[in-house]
């Protein structure tokens, strides 16, 4: 099984690579060394974090399994951290304006440390308070650190621009590069090195204590403008008002919740689905292709949104189909192979 993984990691690499070489320098800034220095060090420390949640991903269900646990059970740990992150998200960002950006991310790293040290204990309880904190700390990861950088960054009065130059570097290294590495290092600490299931999470509690301490010693605090402080409810009230006055903002809300949806539902399922025996499989290798397909996307994507057409509209259709193909597939081939055995 591993080398047809490789060749196709191998692949997928290669495209990645001649997608990202072939990219022109026409949009490079030139800026300065303050910036610069700003720059990295939230890089750095947006790596840590992003490597802290990605080195989880491929082994959630695998050591719930390992415990002993029923696929209903581990769906409804899933489903408390999903839940969770649903709820904290709703007020995280109010929360991390009055209260401040780099206390928020400073809680994000205590949080999930948290709930990776609950993942040493087999009790479902302390598994199910392991997923709550998780829900948290996903919440945080996902708005506080990027609320810290923009209002950091017009605070020490840099150009506007330049904070696309961040944010690019961000999405490819932390949600690209970092997540790639992570699946491939936690193939190494469980499948090579055998250090059991729970070494990816005490990875990660690694990385994100090395991130905490870069936050407490270089950050400086920044909270949001006091003027535009609302309470929940009002703000809760001006979102119902803009969905109310545009069926647009419905219908894509509608259409990225059932995208979302079936990507979780993926999510949750890969592993039993491809050791349906309790088969033994590299977890992070699968992992790891599958972020380096992701980051192919996301090269195309780039590529696409460049030109004027074709239109978003146009070829997310195609999108929407593909990935329906793609989950139809895993149906299609079960059905066969079973009615195949029916005959035999």
């Known amino acids: 099984m591993e080398p047809f993984y490789l060749v196709v990691f191998g692949s997928l690499a290669s495209l990645v690579a001649v997608l990202e070489l072939s990219k022109t ?29 990605w080195l989880q991903g491929p082994y959630v269900y695998y050591l719930y399994n390992h415990y002993g646990f029923g696929k209903g ?20 960002g109010s929360l991390a304006d009055k209260r401040g950006r780099k206390r928020a991310c400073v809680t994000y790293c205590i949080t999930y440390i948290l709930s990776c040290i609950t993942k040493h204990s087999p009790q479902y309880k302390v598994l199910m308070l392991g997923r709550v904190l ?13 609320s810290w950088l923009v209002a950091e960054h017009n605070k020490r009065g840099f150009d506007q621009q330049w904070l696309s130059i961040t944010f690019a570097k961000a999405i490819f290294l932390g949600n690209g590069l970092m997540a790639i590495l992570s699946g491939l290092f936690g193939n190494v600490l469980v499948d090579s090195l055998k250090l059991g299931p729970v070494a990816p999470f005490d990875a990660a509690s690694c990385f994100l204590s090395i991130g905490m301490i870069i936050i407490l010693s270089t950050w400086t605090e920044n909270y949001g403008d006091p003027s535009e402080n609302k309470d929940l409810l009002t703000q809760f009230k001006g979102a119902a008002a803009a969905i109310a006055a545009d069926e647009k903002i419905t219908l894509l809300g509608a259409i990225q919740s059932l995208f979302e949806g079936s990507m979780y539902t993926f999510v949750f ?4 689905a491809l050791s349906p025996n309790d088969e033994d499989i590299p977890h992070g290798f699968i992992f790891a292709t599958f972020m380096l397909s992701s980051m192919l996307g996301s090269s195309i994507a780039s590529r696409l949104l460049a030109h004027p057409t074709p239109r978003v509209e146009s070829y997310m259709q195609t999108v929407f189909m593909l990935s329906s193909i793609a989950l139809l597939l895993p149906v299609v081939t079960n059905l066969a192979l079973g009615y195949s055995g029916h005959l035999s």
């Open 25 to 53: 320098s026409k949009d490079r800034f030139s800026t300065s060394t303050a910036f610069n220095s700003f720059k990295n060090n939230y890089l750095v420390v947006y790596s840590l974090m992003m490597a802290g949640d």
């Open 269 to 272: 399922l890969w592993t039993p």
């Open 73 to 92: 059970e581990i769906g409804h740990l899933f489903i408390a951290g999903f839940g969770s992150s649903m709820l904290f998200g709703t007020v995280v």
């Open 134 to 146: 998780g829900g948290i700390a996903t919440s945080l990861l996902f708005s506080a650190f990027e």
